[in-house]
């Protein structure tokens, strides 16, 4: 994938373990600790330039809004060849709270609009110029709606994986002009939980069960006003010990 997800303080790659019993494929899953700071990655590996709306939770990163998947609106420009990585909310231009894991209660998704139907889910939709039919990495469907694999049951209280908005730090964006015909080409999703759930999850064989067709990505307006986390709690982030959740 060319999607990731990396630990803020010692830039380690999450490892990811398949997530299977699904219907319509696998979706990668990484195990998490609270109070977690971590860093969203994308690599661009063609030679063209590409926009990025990255979610979490459901959440728009850019506009604080329920993202959706049509072309219009704001995203990350990237580079042929190049990597753009992601550690804040961007409340400005200069910087932001940073994405932490906590609580769902205390998360981004369940303290605005978007709610808590996509507790769990990073993702990433990848638009280029003139593109083909998309294709979705996250399972086999080639439905042209978005369908991102459901949280189960767990993920819908207020002690379950989340993300929130973690201490201040200065990460610098500025506005250039996008792609002139802007076209979805690839979707990539990465599921996460709690440590300790991913393990016991993993003990279990054909424990999750399918879902499909839940919305994804609201539109984001081409201003940019930076993401409203006034009344979102934050959250003071920490460092675990070794364990063995990195590449």
Request: hydrophobic share 35%; net charge neutral.
């Amino acid at each position: 994938m060319d999607f990731q997800i990396r630990q803020a303080e010692t830039k380690r790659l999450y490892r990811t373990y398949p997530e299977a019993g699904y219907a319509y494929g696998e979706c990668p899953c990484i195990g998490v600790f609270g109070n977690e700071a971590y860093i969203l990655e994308y690599n661009n590996p063609s030679s063209s330039r590409v926009e990025v709306r990255f979610t979490v939770d459901g959440v728009d990163v850019l506009t604080g809004k329920p993202a959706d998947l049509r072309p219009e609106g704001q995203r990350f420009v990237v580079e042929g060849g190049q990597r753009i990585a992601l550690e804040a909310w961007p409340e400005s231009l200069n910087g932001g709270g940073r994405f932490v894991f906590t609580q769902a209660g205390s998360s981004v998704a369940a303290n605005t609009e978007t709610g808590v139907g996509h507790i769990g889910v990073l993702a990433a939709a990848v638009f280029i110029d003139l593109a083909p039919p998309p294709v979705y990495r996250a399972f086999n469907s080639m439905s042209r709606g978005i369908s991102l694999y459901q949280a189960d049951s767990y993920c819908y209280n207020d002690s379950a994986a989340g993300t929130g908005v973690g201490e201040h730090v200065d990460q610098k964006i500025r506005q250039v002009a996008g792609l002139r015909q802007p076209s979805l080409s690839v979707i990539e999703t990465v599921r996460y939980m709690w440590w300790d759930d991913l393990k016991a999850k993993f003990a279990l064989s054909g424990s999750s069960a399918p879902w499909h067709n839940v919305p994804g990505f609201p539109n984001a307006s081409r201003a940019f006003h930076g993401v409203n986390l006034s009344g979102v709690p934050r959250v003071t982030s920490s460092l675990p010990s070794s364990d063995p959740r990195f590449v």
